[in-house]
């Protein structure tokens, strides 16, 4: 209704207008402090980048759930009927004179042998009738569940779709503030951001752990993309996948679920390989080189590079993916 959908847009502006950092004026604001409102303006649109790949992720998710809930319904109709088939012919076949009851029998018997096959064969039918029944109930049951539980996905679906589109318009709001702020910084600075940092080479352990750190050091010089899912540019969290998914290993997608990958290890415990996840809400991920350094996908305007594990942020929580 016209109602309802002005007062979702209504919350959808809102939703955006709280999250988004508003951008100073370029003009008002000396090269410090531009510099300063530059990374504040990027740290909050890769939040909004991992919290819109998420809803991404959950509504695909949502969305195969609700397939797979439509097709066991599917199954469970068909079997039904294969039983709703058997139970007709039983059903059939007494009304056309099978009389199964001992009586029938009795009658109907020239002798004892055949009154006792007769009796056997009586038993038989009425328990594949009996069984028949039962699994056509069963199957009927569960297509009943499996119609509600398809309902239930495709509702779920339908707001993680709502959800996909509301933080969408807050990440690119946010991803042309930032860029937008790029621009007006002066060329030495967009110089120091472009800088390529260390690119020696550098030792790697052996295993999947070393093998990941190779390709994400081999990364180095590529630029950062919002939301970008490589190989010519990345985010800070599809480098890690892709790093990992080089070395036969798969890791989720996003930050907030790398987060929770491996086990946790101490700041003093880094191994190469190891991830390190940034700021309380957990929005920015770099992989370990070794015990000063780490190599990231910084934010756009920086290409990957090795920078000191402590500077890139607040350390949230440190995961070792493999051993």
């Known amino acids: 209704m016209p109602g309802h959908r002005a007062a979702r847009t209504t919350a959808f502006a809102a939703v955006i207008a709280a999250t988004v950092v508003s951008m100073p004026s370029a003009h008002a604001q000396p090269a410090a402090d531009a510099l300063k409102t530059y990374n504040e303006l990027t740290q909050q649109a890769e939040k909004l980048s991992q919290d819109h790949l998420k809803a991404q992720g959950d509504l695909a998710q949502a969305n195969a759930v609700a397939g797979a809930a439509t097709e066991a319904e599917k199954k469970a109709l068909a079997e039904s009927q294969q039983f709703r088939g058997q139970v007709d012919v039983l059903t059939e076949a007494t009304f056309e004179g099978a009389r199964f009851n001992n009586i029938s029998a009795l009658l109907t018997s020239s002798s004892q042998q055949d009154f006792l096959e007769r009796m056997q064969a009586m038993t038989i039918i009425a328990a594949d009738q009996n069984e028949a029944v039962a699994r056509l109930d069963a199957t009927l049951s569960a297509a009943k569940k499996a119609r509600a539980d398809a309902t239930a996905a495709a509702g779920a679906a339908e707001k993680f779709a709502a959800d996909v589109s509301t933080r969408k318009a807050a990440m690119d709001q946010q991803v042309t503030a930032a860029r937008a702020k790029y621009q007006s910084l002066s060329a030495p600075q967009k110089q120091t951001l472009k800088a390529p940092g260390d690119t020696s080479v550098v030792p790697v352990p052996a295993g999947a752990a070393g093998a990941a750190l190779n390709f994400a050091l081999s990364q180095r010089g590529k630029p950062y993309v919002f939301g970008s899912n490589g190989p010519d540019s990345w985010d800070c969290s599809s480098l890690m996948q892709a790093s990992y998914r080089s070395a ?48 990231h996908a910084s934010t756009e305007g920086v290409p990957v590079k090795i920078a000191d594990i402590d500077s890139i942020g607040p350390i949230s929580v440190i995961r070792r993916v493999v051993g």
């Open 248 to 295: 036969g290993v798969t890791i989720p997608r996003v930050t907030y679920d790398q987060a929770k990958v491996g086990r946790a290890v101490s700041r003093g415990e880094v191994a190469p390989g190891d991830l390190v996840i940034y700021y309380s809400g957990q929005s920015h991920v770099a992989m370990v080189v070794d015990g000063t350094r780490a190599v």
